[in-house]
């Protein structure tokens, strides 16, 4: 069975549909600001989606009153995506599958309603909002969360479940967020530079991102792709730090690329900043056999969006995929890496068939997913 | 193929049950202490374990036990072995912990020891660590325990060669409240038969979760 992306949708600091965000990426806009944030006062670089924005959105949709940051961005999200694909998540071959490492986190910060920080409260009421016919699964795997859930959803597709699912990914920007990555010295105060010798570490982002991903030809359109083969491997080795010979990433993109012949045109790779991940990738990408093949990294435009991440960057790269557009690593000056890899160094124009896009993240986790053109 | 449940193990009310028969009590006390005299009980005798928060020891305490009573390491590739745990609480216990340590202005003080715990694969990531297991990963959280998706999601990986076995569960761990139900999936192989083994379905790992 044949299994494809279809419409898409992007919230995010460089806009609210995929479109905008694609025109941002592709001008070399960045999402990323200097700004001051949290109870400290002190200045971080973050990826935020301005509150103004927020909340001149707010009026459309109704009971918004009840709804937290997150949970209103998602419906935003997947509006967007129903509407354009008359999809609806009411039909009972039709699932929501929501990606997040955190869902509402700010409800424990707050008195109003610690329940909402359960990531099913928070899945449910999105359901709810649809009148989803089936429970919303939901996937909380770290920063590989995305990926992972567009994974489930072929092989959920394949196995006859469902014809439809709705991949949703978001997390926002949060005190709890921020304050963690910094107690671990990850965080970047100047924006980031993935693979560059310069690199300093990571910035966060808030977004949300959707994809359909269906069995149905009629929803191909000139965005689509179709997912050829994805995989899973853990590293076995430690729960925070990226293993110097990059064995799961390698597992991963080896069980994803076994049987396949397409010429991969470019690997959008997870690429976070931090010293030892950015390594970690350089190492397993050349192990793969892949130190000619263009590699990218978005973070620079949106920082690290967690739950988000790889749903938002495989929407981006199948856009760049259908328009034959090698997109610029953004941040990336001078290579400094311990693998033999080549960086999209400005945009490009090249003739494509396919792509590979990774993903790593704590607890030892990484998975791979090949995407070719329809 | 015919994939069966090799072995499976359940921790609650302070007892361990493993293939049926109750392995281990003691008196009622809290959590905390209930996962210390667990870990002795199991003899497990791993450093590392006293650093893991609680979501992780009750994980790890489960699998111990299940890899004790099984041959499923011998038995298989590691590469192709997956882990896919679910549970209702994702890694909310220990979120409570970083949350509290930034509350306050003047007592802010996170901790990075503390804040890798707060995604709920870590406990993924402690077991594959452990045992050496470098298959597919998957936490899934629902309101209950979900065997449908669990059973259908590990079959979808065993039929596709994407797995020749698992370690599924549920590993919740919340406040006071505690639960952990681990088994073991492999393929039935002449080698490996059992009359104790049990046919992988939705029916059978609902009884088992809830006997």
């Known amino acids: ?374 | 193929m015919e994939f069966v449940i090799t072995t499976y193990c359940k921790i609650k009310n302070n007892a361990i049950w493993c293939n049926g028969q109750k392995l281990f009590s003691v008196k009622e006390m809290p959590a905390s202490d209930f996962l210390k005299e667990a870990y002795k009980f199991s003899e497990m005798n791993y450093p590392k374990f006293h650093k893991m928060d609680n979501l992780s020891k009750l994980g790890l305490i489960a699998a111990e036990i299940c890899f004790k009573n099984s041959d499923l390491l011998k038995n298989n590739d590691p590469e192709n072995t997956a882990i896919i745990l679910s549970n209702h609480s994702s890694s909310l216990d220990t979120d409570r912990i970083h949350q509290n340590s930034i509350a306050n202005k003047d007592r802010y003080l996170p901790s990075p020891a503390i804040f890798v715990y707060t995604l709920p694969n870590i406990v993924i990531g402690e077991i594959a660590i452990k045992y050496k297991i470098t298959g597919e990963n998957a936490f899934l959280v629902s309101d209950k325990f979900d065997a449908e998706t669990l059973v259908n999601y590990t079959q979808q990986l065993l039929k596709t060669n994407m797995a020749g076995a698992a370690l599924c569960g549920w590993i919740n761990y919340d406040g006071s409240d505690y639960e952990a139900f681990i088994y073991l999936v492999e393929i039935q192989k002449d080698s490996i038969k059992s009359v104790n083994f049990k046919a992988l379905n939705q029916t059978i790992v609902n009884q088992l979760y809830q006997n």
Not at chain 1, 3 to 16: A, D, E, K, Q, R
Not at chain 1, 66 to 83: A, Y
Not at chain 1, 125 to 137: H, I, K, R, S
Not at chain 1, 193 to 204: A, C, T
């Open chain 1, 1 to 374: 069975m044949e299994v494809f992306t279809s419409y898409h949708n992007i919230v995010s600091p460089l806009g609210f549909t995929s479109e905008e965000n694609y025109d941002a990426v592709l001008n070399n806009n960045s999402g990323l600001k200097i700004q001051s944030f949290g109870k400290l006062n002190e200045s971080f670089c973050l990826g935020s989606i301005s509150a103004e924005k927020i909340n001149s959105w707010k009026k459309n949709y109704i009971g918004f009153e009840k709804l937290s940051k997150l949970e209103l961005l998602s419906i935003i999200s997947i509006q967007d995506v129903l509407n354009k694909s008359k999809v609806s998540l009411s039909d009972k071959r039709t699932l929501l599958i929501y990606s997040t490492t955190k869902g509402n986190i700010d409800a424990l910060g707050s008195n109003a309603n610690p329940a909402k920080a359960y990531l099913s409260n928070m899945a449910n009421t999105v359901g709810d909002y649809f009148n989803a016919a089936n429970t919303p699964l939901v996937l909380s795997n770290a920063c590989i969360s995305g990926l992972l859930a567009i994974i489930m959803a072929k092989r959920s597709i394949e196995s006859g479940q469902y014809d439809t699912i709705v991949v949703c990914g978001g997390d926002i920007i949060s005190e709890f967020t921020v304050s963690g990555f910094k107690s671990f010295n990850a965080l970047s105060a100047e924006p980031c530079k993935p693979f560059d010798k310069n690199r300093l570490g990571i910035n966060l982002g808030e977004a949300v991102a959707t994809l359909i991903v269906t069995n149905n030809k009629n929803l191909i359109n000139k965005d689509s792709a179709q997912i050829i083969s994805g995989a899973g491997a853990n590293d076995a080795n430690h729960i925070s730090g990226p293993s110097r010979t990059g064995d799961g990433l390698f597992h991963a993109i080896k069980k994803t690329i076994q049987n396949q012949n397409e010429e991969i045109g470019f690997i959008n790779a997870h690429g976070t900043a931090t010293p030892f991940n950015d390594d970690m990738e350089s190492v397993a990408f050349e192990r793969s056999g892949f130190s000619n093949v263009p590699v990218n990294s978005l973070k620079g435009y949106y920082g690290h969006t967690l739950g988000a991440a790889g749903i938002l960057e495989t929407i981006i790269s199948v856009m760049a995929l259908n328009r034959d557009q090698l997109i610029y690593s953004g941040g990336f000056k001078e290579k400094g890496l311990a693998g033999n890899i080549t960086v999209i160094e400005k945009n490009k124009n090249k003739k494509m068939n396919a792509f590979l896009k990774t993903a790593s993240g704590f607890g030892g986790c990484n998975a791979a997913a090949l995407f070719k053109k329809c």
